[in-house]
């Protein structure tokens, strides 16, 4: 499977993957996230884990346990450290406490290093024994609401070292070496891999949507935190000018329980606006997404909080000009006015999707630059290697 990266990347690349596993023979590595399905997160353990495998790096992956109470506090958790502001009581710590000791007995932890994904699972470190724990943080903690930082402190202090996704998200006020590695895609997954017009056309009309016309897509969870409503806004916007149409697909996640509530919201808020569609859809309709971001004209992301937002550099991959939040690791992936553009109001959003659909060459030229950004920045393999670097440091063994 891995020998399919070297077309796109190239077999010096894929070379320097395979001399850095060497010096990983031996070493086995789990990763422990909460969800299965459904998110960033999940979707890059699917493809991750069977290429470390095929490395010759012993790897697994194990998901953890949580009634809808612990997965409310933990999306409290997820809400108040991205926004700095939240209302959480010893209560809730107790319930995310009681929880980790759950899951300490049932997550088998003989391996060498322990990779834990963001906050869910974090409190397993204090089973910690001879192994290396490296703490992977996916979300901004830029700015993090001072009470639950606090309490996830003291959990982060027992790791032997961190990841961010964005240099702003390092911390001053804890010891642990932190790394920084961007989240990456995978070009030949079902979602990002070349499909024909016929396929796309087939899907877009499967939803009552016009290939013949101007699409808008969004693809994110129903989450306040991507501003769905600020989407909703800015295509109104939109509409004065150009008979256009909006798909924003966003699928469930099993540790998301705010989902439903949000989708509600943006139903109410796109009511009486003509060609919206809001698709909610299993989190394996890979083929959907592919199709929805090929179909589209422009792209948006207009999170107004984010760890990273893969879907950015999904849509570049395609070739596609992205109108994305100004916030976390976009910036990362849109150059503005080069890769894409970036925005902080439904109001510019608007500006720019009227401003890219009149201008096709401006558009085409942004999408060629796109995707080349994302062939030498965000792609898994780059993502395996930093991961690899860090496990090689953190063991304290030599690059």
Known sequence: MIEKYAEIIGENELDALFKISEKLKGVSVLHVNSTQK???VAEILNKLVPIMNELGIKTDWKVIRGDNEFFSVTKSFHNALQNGK?????????????????????????????????????????KKGKQKWIWRCHIDISNPYPPVWDFLKNYIQKYDSMIVSSPVFGRSDINVPQFVVPPAIDPLSVKNREISSF????????????????LITQISRFDRAKDPQGVITAFKGLKKHIDAQLVYLG???????????????????????????????????????NAFQRGASVVMQKSIKEGFGLTVSEAMWKGKAVIGGNTGGIPLQILHGYTGYLVNTPEEATHYLI???????????????????VRNNFLITRELRDYLMVILLTMGKSG
């Open 38 to 40: 459904g998110g960033g």
């Open 355 to 373: 401003y890219l659909l009149r201008n096709d060459e401006i558009r085409e030229r942004i999408g060629r630059l796109a995707k080349e950004h």
């Open 199 to 214: 396929t796309i056309e087939r899907i877009l009309r499967k939803f009552d949507v016009d290939p013949g016309r101007p």
């Open 251 to 289: 699928s469930p996640a099993s540790d998301d329980p705010e989902g439903e509530i949000v989708y509600e919201e943006t139903l109410k808020a796109a009511e009486g606006v003509k060609d919206v569609h809001l698709l909610l859809l299993p989190p394996d309709s890979d083929l959907e997404v």
């Open 86 to 126: 939240g209302n959480l009581d010893n209560d809730n710590f107790a319930i995310y406490k009681k929880w980790q000791e759950i899951n300490s007995t049932e997550v088998p932890l003989d391996y060498d290093v322990i990779f834990v994904h963001d906050p869910q699972p974090a409190g397993l470190v204090e």
